[in-house]
C-alpha cells in the first residue's frame, strides 16, 4: 500500500531526526501525534527540507507526525475499532497481544493484525520479550491525536 509507504517514510525520517538529537540523552515522552494529510509532493518536499537543513547542522523542532495521502486514506487507517485498539493499549498496558485481545474481546489474529497496521502507520510501538515464551508488548507513547487538515 503505497500511502503507508509515504506515511511510514514521514515518520521514521522525523522519528530517526529525533532519536539521532538526543543521543545520550533521556528520551522526552511525547504527548501529542499529529496526524494529517498531505499530498505526495508536500511529503516530500518536506523530508528534503528537513534533510537540507540536517546536512547545514540547522536545529529542526523534534516532533512526530503520520500523515496520509487522502481523507480516505486516512479513514482505512484510522477506523473506530483501531482508534479504540490504540485507547485501550494506552488506558491498560496490556503485556502482549493475546491479553490485549482477551481486554478488547476480540480474536487474537485479528488483534495481530490490527496491530501490525498500526504499527506500520507510526501510532503503536512493538517491542518483543524473550521471557520464557516470546511475546510482542504494544504501546502508545502520546496522549492525543491531533488531526490537521490543510484548507
Known amino acids: 500500500m503505497i500511502t503507508n509507504m509515504k506515511a511510514k517514510l514521514v515518520y521514521h525520517f522525523k522519528q530517526y531526526h529525533a532519536d539521532s538529537k538526543n543521543e545520550g540523552k533521556k528520551a522526552m515522552k511525547v504527548k501529542n501525534m499529529k496526524v494529517g494529510i498531505r499530498s505526495e509532493k508536500e511529503l516530500f518536499d518536506e523530508v528534503r527540507d528537513v534533510w537540507g537543513k540536517l546536512e547545514k547542522g540547522e536545529k529542526i523542532k523534534k516532533h512526530k507526525a503520520v500523515y496520509f495521502e487522502s481523507l480516505e486514506a486516512m479513514r482505512k487507517v484510522l477506523t473506530e475499532e483501531r482508534l479504540r485498539i490504540v485507547k485501550t493499549i494506552k488506558k491498560e498496558h496490556p503485556s502482549s497481544i493475546y491479553e490485549l485481545a482477551k481486554i478488547l474481546g476480540r480474536d ?7 496491530i501490525q497496521f498500526l504499527a506500520q502507520a507510526g501510532l503503536v510501538e512493538l517491542t518483543k520479550i524473550k521471557k520464557g515464551r516470546e511475546r510482542t508488548i504494544p504501546t502508545v507513547k502520546y496522549d492525543k491525536i491531533l488531526l490537521e487538515i490543510e484548507v
Open 108 to 114: 487474537v489474529k485479528n488483534t495481530f493484525d490490527d
